[in-house]
Nanobody, 123 residues
């Protein structure tokens, strides 16, 4: 099955920028959604940016906490999902995970996750 590998995390100061990448090990047939989630210790993983309805052209949505600062994009030829993060805040510190939703022949959707990449924003 497809494997996802994130990169691009690191330590950055408040107001700085980072670009996360998520590379799939192969072309993903049946791809229906791609998204970025983040998680802090003791809290649930939360969806912050997503491209949905890919088979219909794709719709992009953002959580209010990142809207206007983060941008999700994809390079289908490279099997890669990106998250451009600008104007970073201390509260953006978290582990970031990419997720691909894949629809099978029966119509069921299975989610594939990357291993996560840490983003730390220092004051």
């Amino acid at each position: 099955h497809v494997q996802l590998v994130e990169s691009g995390g690191g330590l950055v100061q408040v107001g700085g920028s980072l670009r996360l990448s998520c590379v799939a090990s192969e072309h993903v047939a049946g791809l229906t959604s791609m998204g970025w989630h983040r998680q802090t210790p003791g809290n649930q993983r939360e969806l912050i940016a997503a491209i949905t309805r890919i088979e219909e052209g794709g719709q992009i949505a953002y959580d209010a906490s990142v809207k206007g600062r983060f941008a999700i994009s994809s390079d289908n030829a490279a099997n890669t999902l990106y998250l451009q993060m600008n104007s970073l805040k201390a509260e953006d510190t978290a582990a970031y995970f990419c997720c691909f939703g894949v629809r099978d022949e029966r119509g069921s959707v299975e989610n594939y996750w990357g291993q996560g990449t840490q983003v730390t924003v220092s004051p």
